[in-house]
């Protein structure tokens, strides 16, 4: 597969050609234009014919879009219903989405054989926790979409596995400060493979001090110019985008550039300007170095994040009590050009230092394949799903039932499920295993063809079994255990422990944007936010949305389950679609309606 992916900005439409999966480069252009228009994409199709390749060649075109709303929150491909909300988002970012939007309905127009896919900025940063990404405003502002989304994500995700990489460490293992230096900057927190806080918000006006954008500001400022100075909001909004930031404070404009050399030659302001732009990044490196409890990683990536090495060395001062430090040597001998990356701090220095060269379009391109694979969430408003908690239960069947309570004894029913049709019953029975043995094990209802007994892993072992991880009905080849009731016991078969799984009704899936013989990955928002992979799809045409989880599973995400294994909703505790694959080969296919096995 071959794809193009296209870079929209101010005057410069950056274009590469990506040969999938390895993302190498063909070619990579850049061209100035004022707009973008069919001469700029005559010149990028010149341009691609002189390395050999023809567009209709192609497979799909991928469009880099700053910002993709409340509903935009993975990479997608392009119809009219995706344009509308690149364009509803537009109001958030009005320097961006609209010079993106016009890049991709001109290529829509002129290539309409090819795939579009749009690959936002804003999707790193969609796993933000709920208290990172809130902002204390009424809730109608919230409903309205008021909340913090982040940007610069293709730039702070590629520093991530660039570090994993250079380190031979998984991301999952580290935890990284990604610093974004330029005229437009920002700062991410990365906790172990998951982005958990930014410095940009709502806007790309949130966060540091930019070129020409001021960055944080008392919003008591803005109400104060507002009704003192008489400034309507369009020139409040001018002037906080191109007439504040490094433009403001130094007298030479907003080129990083241009305020290091004015500085060097002795201007007061462009120093004064310098050290603000430092003393708020590293401010911010200090804040997110404390959210994460401890840095493995300092990045820094971006124009001036590569090329500056004094910048660099700026921001750095003052930072060695968390154990950052640069040498000297190395700082000033990176070159971007030359390497992509380099370490940049002393020989056993506690905390890596990296200096790495921005690869966006190829990560651009990298999004798209994954959308055109189907390996990203559908264009949709997130779905809350409820989760629920259970401990360890069994399934019998009758003829068990009778042997551990007595002749003709019938299952008496203590409370239904969440689940239509199912319920707990008053009975309990103890699980015997070689090794140990649990109590009072609630009987779930109503009776099965085979017995069934779901545990969690820590359960298993101090039983002494080895429980294979299965959907629930898949007992082919299980442990056996002994139960024991009031009036006898029963060596059975049937152990294991339950892969997690999510039911739902097919109106549910059809939201959701999944089908049979998928598996999704489910994003918990918890105090200690967890990424559920292989969630298996449980349908059923009269299903109740909601994710079960064993304890072990609870206790990790910092939930609690209930002790006597009736299913229990966690209160404020909701999953969010993060992703969604084909079925895995360990997990066998639940059939449409399925109703012996759901719970």
Request: charged share 25%; proline share 4%; with cysteine.
């Amino acid at each position: 597969m071959r794809i193009l992916a296209l870079n929209a900005g101010s005057s410069t439409l950056k274009a590469g050609v990506f040969d999938m999966p390895s993302a190498h480069a063909l070619v990579e252009v850049t061209v100035d234009c004022g707009v973008i228009d069919d001469a700029a994409l005559d010149r990028i199709e010149q341009r691609l014919a002189d390395a050999g390749i023809a567009v209709k060649t192609l497979d799909a075109v991928a469009h880099r879009v700053a910002h993709g709303g409340p509903r935009l929150r993975e990479a997608v491909r392009i119809d009219d219903e995706a344009e509308r909300e690149i364009e509803r988002a537009a109001v958030w970012v009005p320097q961006h989405n609209p010079v993106a939007l016009a890049g991709i309905r001109l290529a829509r127009r002129r290539w309409p054989g090819l795939a579009q896919v749009a690959v936002f900025d804003t999707t790193f940063h969609a796993t933000l926790p709920e208290h990172a990404a809130l902002y204390a405003v009424p809730q109608a502002w919230r409903d309205a979409g008021v909340r913090r989304y982040g940007f610069h994500g293709m730039a702070h995700q590629h520093v991530m596995e660039a570090a994993a990489a250079a380190l031979e460490r998984d991301a999952n293992t580290l935890r990284i400060v990604s610093c974004h230096i330029g005229n437009g900057a920002s700062v991410c927190a990365i906790d172990r493979g998951r982005s958990v806080d930014t410095s940009m918000g709502l806007t790309a006006l949130e966060g540091l001090i930019m070129g020409t954008r001021s960055g944080d500001v008392d919003p008591g400022a803005v109400l104060f110019v507002s009704k003192h100075l008489g400034l309507a909001a369009a020139e409040v909004e001018r002037a906080l985008y191109e007439d504040s930031g490094l433009k403001a404070l130094s007298g030479a404009g907003g080129d990083l550039r241009d305020v290091e050399r004015r500085a060097a030659e002795g201007h007061a302001d462009a120093q004064t300007a310098l050290r603000a732009y430092a003393y708020r990044v590293r401010k911010t490196i200090g804040a997110y170095a404390a959210a994460l409890g401890g840095i493995d990683v300092l990045a820094f990536t971006g124009g001036a994040g590569e090329n500056s090495p004094a910048l660099r060395r700026r921001i750095v001062d003052g930072l060695e009590f968390l154990g950052v430090r640069l040498d000297e040597d190395r700082n000033n001998a990176y070159r971007a050009a030359e390497t992509p990356m380099a370490a940049l701090q002393p020989d056993n220095a506690p905390v890596v230092v990296l200096a790495v060269h921005a690869e966006e379009q190829a990560m651009i391109a990298r999004a798209a394949q994954g959308a055109l694979s189907g390996g990203s969430v559908p264009a949709t408003a997130p779905v809350a799903i409820p989760v629920a908690v259970s401990a360890h239960h069994v399934h019998l069947t009758q003829e068990t039932v009778e042997r551990l309570f007595g002749a003709g004894h019938a299952l008496q029913v203590r409370q239904p499920l969440t689940q239509p049709g199912f319920w707990a019953a008053e009975e309990t029975v103890a699980v015997a295993g070689p090794r140990g043995r649990l109590e009072r094990v609630r009987v779930l209802g109503p009776c099965r063809s085979r017995n069934q007994i779901e545990l969690s892993r820590t359960e298993a072992i101090r039983l002494g079994i080895d429980a294979p991880l299965r959907l629930s009905g898949h007992l082919d080849g299980t442990p056996e255990v002994t139960l024991i009731g009031p009036s006898g016991s029963v060596r059975t078969d049937g152990a294991i422990v339950a892969q997690r799984h999510l039911h739902l009704a097919p109106a549910d899936a059809a939201r959701l944007g999944v089908e049979a013989g998928q598996e999704v990955d489910l994003e918990l928002d918890t105090a200690r936010a967890t990424v559920l992979r292989h969630v298996a799809l449980r349908l059923a045409d009269d299903a109740v949305l909601e994710v079960h989880l064993d304890t072990d599973e609870a206790n990790a995400a910092g939930l609690s389950g209930d002790a006597e294994g009736v299913l229990r909703r966690c209160p404020g505790c909701a999953a969010r679609l993060r992703a969604v694959h084909p079925t895995a080969a360990h997990c066998a296919p639940t059939a449409r309606g399925a109703r012996n096995d759901q719970t």
